[in-house]
């Protein structure tokens, strides 16, 4: 059953990632603040919709111990959505997907696990994909990053088109390590309580970005934002789907949910006629038969 959660969340981030993009509007300073606010209402909104279905009691205590992976995660999606303004000049959407490998690694060194060498063939299948569309995405805009560089301070083409990218990588890859201790490996806090704290969390950082946008006189209306908030009801749904599959097995569960770019290129196709080579082809076929095969793993 977890594999299907972990399926899940691979397909509603990748839905969630598409209308991110159709709600990237470039203009605006702080559209990145808007987006973390239509997030954080929608998750506020289903951790107390969960808790008075599920008849979970709220505990302060658990959430603050939750606190440092709520806290990467968050800081890492800030990052991402303010990226999105420059998504066509980075190669921010694909090497930020590197951090399910990384996770997957790193929770098998500190813990020593023992695999079938299928499941390392799988990892390599999808950090191969991955890098392939990343080389492809830096070649493909190369000229794009010339104008933006020529246009711009070395300081904020630096952060914006290299640092944000890195930054978000190990953020997200130090979240997802952590629940895979949190909730796997060492069993600190239950599933519940770790979705419930999380999206409590993120619903503090919207109620301060929403304050802010006050200070700042920034107009910001729920209703102007239909596309995000689209995309933070794809967002959240797959954030539930994604605590059940990281408590059931992190190690295998981290590479397919961080491959969900792949997915998310393919519906860009779709939806928004974006082009894709016959190499990005190739690079989606590696990681989604890497995906297949993590997956078989289960069966």
């Known amino acids: 059953m977890w594999m299907a959660f972990t399926l899940l969340t691979f397909i509603c981030w990748g839905v969630a990632d598409l209308f991110y993009k159709m ?24 951790a107390i919709i969960y808790m008075i279905v599920k008849k979970v009691d709220f505990s302060l205590i658990e959430t603050l111990k939750y606190l440092p992976v709520s806290l990467c995660y968050i800081l890492s999606m800030v990052i991402g959505y303010r990226g999105l303004k420059y998504l066509e000049l980075s190669i921010s959407s694909p090497v930020q997907n590197t951090s399910g490998v990384i996770t997957a690694l790193l929770l098998l060194l500190f813990f020593k696990e023992k695999l079938p060498i299928s499941f390392f063939i799988a990892l390599v299948l999808i950090f191969s994909g991955i890098i392939i569309i990343s080389i492809l995405e830096v070649k493909d805009n190369k000229n794009e990053r010339k104008n933006f560089k020529k246009n711009n301070s ?12 890195i930054c978000y990588c190990i953020l997200d890859g130090l979240g997802t390590f952590l629940d895979g201790i949190y909730l796997d490996k060492l069993e600190l806090i239950s599933e519940d309580m770790a979705l419930i704290a999380y999206e409590f969390t993120f619903l503090f950082y919207a109620i301060v970005s929403f304050i802010y946008l006050k200070i700042k006189k920034e107009k910001f209306s729920v209703m102007n934002e239909k596309t995000m908030l689209a995309a933070a009801l794809f967002e959240t749904a797959g954030q539930m789907f994604y605590v059940y599959a990281m408590a059931k097995d992190a190690t295998i569960a981290a590479p397919i949910v961080g491959s969900y770019c ?19 082809y190739a690079g989606i076929f590696l990681v989604l038969a890497g995906v297949i095969i993590l997956a078989i793993l289960d069966i």
Do not use: A, C, D
Request: glycine fraction near 10%; charge should be positive.
């Open 23 to 46: 709600g990237n509007h470039k203009e605006g300073e702080y559209n990145h603040l808007k987006t973390g606010i239509m997030v954080g209402l929608v998750m506020g909104i289903h």
């Open 262 to 280: 792949v997915l998310s290129m393919l519906l860009s196709r779709i939806f928004l006629k974006e082009k894709l080579t016959k190499q990005e």
């Open 154 to 165: 070395f300081k904020k083409f630096f952060s914006l088109i290299i640092l944000f990218p």
